[in-house]
């Protein structure tokens, strides 16, 4: 079966850098791109941009491009995000999805971000 | 991109139904048939209910339907039950050189 899973809880302060894995079993990992949302608590869903795991290729949406970073690691189909200059807005659960095709038909468990100082 | 517009709040009584509506934009809903919608229970990963449009999962109950006409997408859940209860996002593909994605800002469903 298909499964995301994300790496544990972090605290960072004000301007670190917060590097959240995502490993996938169950498919293969170069097949589907990786999506990343957050959610702020009691707030919406935020799509922040996507990797291709077979290419390298991403994209990221605009309010990100220059502070995250989207990798992987294929030897052990397991994919990263990278977040940098971290504020306290930035204090949320992260989620990687997998792309079906402009839809996110299996999501990792979430992990939650904590910025203070 | 400015998030897709939901309702704050939709309420219904058990067997009725209800509609989410999801106001977007010419360059987002309008323009791609590519609309999906979440189901998220406090504390959990949010759940596919609905892609390109008016498609259902595999697991997913014929209850919950979508639809879309010009720039609104539109949820609409049938037979309404307890376990409906819950957040729903929709969501859309919405182009650019970047193959953007815009959520909505979510409705909360509760179940008299």
């Known amino acids: 079966q298909v499964q995301l899973v994300q790496s544990g809880a972090e605290v960072k302060k004000p301007g670190a850098s917060v590097k959240v894995s995502c490993k996938a079993s169950?498919?293969?990992?170069?097949?589907?791109?990786i999506n990343w949302v957050r959610q702020a608590t009691g707030q919406g869903l935020e799509w922040m941009g996507w990797?291709?795991?077979?290419?390298?290729?991403?994209g990221y949406a605009q309010k990100f491009q220059g502070r995250v970073t989207m990798t992987r690691n294929t030897s052990i189909s397991t994919a990263y995000m990278e977040l940098s200059s971290l504020r306290s807005e930035d204090t949320a659960v992260y989620y990687c999805?997998?792309?079906?095709?402009?839809?996110?038909?299996?999501w990792g468990q979430g992990t939650l971000v904590t910025v203070s100082s | 991109q400015s998030a897709l517009t939901q309702p704050a709040s939709v309420s219904g009584s058990p067997g009725q139904s209800i509609t989410i509506s999801c106001t977007g934009t010419?360059?987002?809903?309008?323009?791609?048939?590519?609309v999906s919608w979440y189901q998220q229970h406090p504390g959990k990963a949010p759940k596919l209910m609905i892609y390109?449009?008016?498609k259902r999962p595999s697991g997913v109950s014929n209850r919950f339907s979508g639809s879309k006409s010009g720039n609104t997408a539109s949820l609409t859940i049938s037979g309404l039950q307890a376990e409906d209860e819950a957040d729903y996002y929709c969501?859309?593909?919405?182009?650019?050189?970047?193959?953007?994605?815009?959520f909505g800002g979510g409705t909360k469903l509760t179940v008299l």
């Open positions: 969501c859309s593909y919405a182009g650019s050189s970047t193959f953007d994605v815009v």
């Open positions: 390109e449009v008016s």
């Open positions: 010419s360059s987002d809903v309008g323009s791609y048939n590519l």
């Open positions: 999805a997998r792309d079906g095709g402009s839809y996110y038909n299996y």
């Open positions: 990797m291709n795991p077979n290419s390298g290729n991403t």
């Open positions: 169950g498919y293969t990992f170069t097949s589907y791109d």
